[in-house]
């Protein structure tokens, strides 16, 4: 009888373990898709400076085959001097992978930027990796592959908040 006992404890035992694995990995793929999700409320709210804070210390970023940036401080100035004025920025189909501490993922791009004071439109990719620092998910790698930018018809470069705002100062 004892013996019987122990093994539904061991089987309990085993069954909270996966249980728990289960829920750390549903939990890291929300996490991972709310950083994701951050990254573009940050480029949305013209905080696009900010971006840096979300990338591991040497994470690295490479924009549609510009020179790879590595480097939380390099990263801060890639996106300081990054050449759109404003981009409203829509994210698909964002898959998850989770492998304890890093991940990867993927998802498509379909932005409004404002580039030269012209409005465009531009689809593309990101691929990501992902690394868990401390409990918290950080970028460890993004790579933006532009499919295409064109100019749009419509310009909506002067009805954006921002340029509103500058123009009353």
Not at 16 to 32: F, G, K, N, T, Y
Not at 143 to 164: D, F, G, N, R, S
Request: charged share 25%; no cysteine.
């Amino acid at each position: 009888m004892n013996t019987d006992s122990g093994n539904t404890l061991a089987q309990v035992a085993q069954q909270l373990q996966a249980l728990q694995r289960r829920v750390d990995q549903l939990e890291s793929v929300e996490a991972i898709r709310a950083l994701r999700a951050r990254y573009h409320t940050l480029v949305n709210e013209d905080q696009g400076p900010r971006l840096y804070e979300l990338f591991a210390p040497d994470a690295s970023v490479i924009y549609n085959g510009r020179p790879e940036v590595f480097g939380r401080e390099a990263i801060r100035t890639f996106f300081e001097n990054f050449p759109v004025q404003y981009a409203r920025q829509f994210i698909h189909q964002h898959e998850v992978s989770v492998d304890g501490d890093t991940g990867t993922g993927q998802s498509y791009l379909d932005g409004r930027p404002v580039h030269g004071g012209k409005s465009f439109y531009v689809v593309g990719r990101f691929d990501d990796a992902y690394v868990r620092i401390d409990g918290r998910w950080y970028f460890k790698k993004v790579v933006l592959t532009v499919h295409y930018m064109i100019e749009a018809a419509e310009h909506w470069e002067t009805l954006l908040p921002m340029t509103k705002k500058a123009e009353a100062v």
